[in-house]
């Protein structure tokens, strides 16, 4: 990881500066609801009728998910060809792994002559390879603490950073309700001359009715009310980021039909793993929250239907650089019983570690070393009506995706 942004623009001058070329732009930051937000808008503007390209990161099983056009993948041939024409300078400028995929999206949509690119950013916003970008629309999405080591210490800075999208040609859009991190977020507005869009300040939203794979609300924006629009998601928390969702279609010119269209067909831009429900019987829930404010949203979402099921099984695995005590505290509430993993990253905490601390924490613990043999222990305890959870990292939620396509 190596913040900056010389190279990854030397790498698009590689394939004719194309970021100029992606039609209208949406660039989504935030620490949490960055990939809901960006799908829900790319599902929108394609139900629009709008040649729609949507970036988003980290892949779950394979890496053409990153970049997608009206929902497909870039074909691997593609990968390839791109990667043939800019090789010589991804080595001669040492860079990095997420430059180099940015530079081949971005590529690969100028190709395609795309309407409109819905961008998530990787990691914060002023130095992330995704701000070469000149957006028509910026979102931030939330603030938390997260990568702290990078991003800073405090909201505020953590703002600042994700802040640095906003340009001067920018309409802003927030969900960020913390003092102390909009102040960063209308003051970089400010600066720039921009308008700022807030939920709950310009936009009101009711829950009627959720369930797993299943939530229905009502909206009502300066523009228009829109009464029980429905998403395929699981979780109330959802709600602020679709709402961002509409009120940038709103901007947009695209009507309700469409809006409604979009919402309810979210999963066709390859959105994943968001307490995704993947099994029935018992019901498996896939979710990658891995911090501790994703990890709140994830046990609230659950403790307003836990009454369904007779218990709740939870398979955790977590990268090294999070807070895991403060997000297995959030797990607590549901009374769950948890099987620990490694996952497949070099920065996993091992299941042993985690285990033990999940015990401190009065738990009731099972430890294993891979995915497989806890997702398959679990499977084995779960009656038909119970829950199994899994969360607490993408490379869990991708080696899980994995499992089940070779294991049905």
Not at 25 to 38: C, L, P, S
Not at 63 to 86: K, L, N, Q
Not at 152 to 174: C, D, P, Q, Y
Request: aromatic letters at 6%; glycine letters at 8%.
């Amino acid at each position: 990881m190596k913040p900056g942004l010389d190279r990854v623009r030397r790498l698009l001058d590689v394939f004719g500066s194309p970021q100029e070329r992606l039609g209208t732009i949406v660039h989504v930051a935030g620490t949490n609801g960055k990939g809901t937000t960006a799908s829900a808008i790319a599902a929108i503007f394609q139900a629009a009728g709008k040649k729609t390209a949507l970036y988003t990161s980290p892949h779950l099983v394979d890496f053409t998910e990153r970049m997608r056009i009206d929902g497909f993948p870039i074909a691997p041939e593609r990968v390839a060809a791109y990667c043939s024409v800019m090789k010589d300078a991804v080595v001669s400028l040492q860079a990095t792994f997420f430059e180099a995929t940015t530079a081949l999206a971005f590529a690969w949509f100028a190709d395609e002559s795309v309407d409109a690119a819905v961008i998530e950013t990787g990691m914060g916003g002023r130095l992330d390879a995704t701000n070469v970008v000149q957006s028509d629309y910026a979102l931030i999405t939330s603030i938390g603490l997260d990568h702290t080591a990078w991003l800073g210490a405090s909201l505020s800075l953590i703002a600042r950073e994700k802040a640095a999208i906003i340009n001067v040609n920018s309409r802003v859009f927030t969900a960020v309700t913390d003092s102390e991190a909009l102040s960063e977020i209308v003051r970089a507005a400010e600066l720039n001359r921009v308008p700022l869009f807030r939920t709950g300040k310009d936009a009101a939203v009711t829950v009627q009715r959720q369930e797993p794979g299943m939530l229905e609300f009502s909206l009502s924006t300066p523009v228009r009310d829109y009464p029980r629009l429905q998403a395929p998601l699981t979780g109330a928390f959802h709600t602020s980021n679709l709402a961002l969702a509409v009120m940038v279609a709103e901007q947009a010119g695209i009507g309700e039909a469409a809006v409604r269209k979009g919402l309810a067909d979210m999963l066709l831009t390859g959105y994943r793993a968001r307490l995704e429900k993947i099994g029935s019987r018992p019901d498996i829930l896939l979710d990658v929250s891995h911090n501790a404010d994703g990890m709140k949203k994830t046990a609230e979402a659950i403790s307003s239907f836990r009454s369904r099921y007779h218990r709740v099984y939870v398979l955790i695995g977590l990268s090294s650089d999070k807070d895991a005590r403060a997000v297995v505290r959030h797990l607590l509430s549901l009374e769950a019983r948890f099987a620990v993993v490694t996952i497949p990253s070099e920065r996993s905490i091992p299941s042993g570690e985690l285990g033990a601390l999940l015990q401190e924490e009065g738990a009731w613990v099972s430890v294993f070393e891979t995915p497989e043999e806890g997702f398959d222990d679990l499977r084995r305890r779960a009656g038909t009506d119970d829950l199994i959870l899994v969360t607490g990292s993408f490379f869990l939620a991708g080696e899980i995706l994995r499992l089940k396509r070779l294991h049905p």
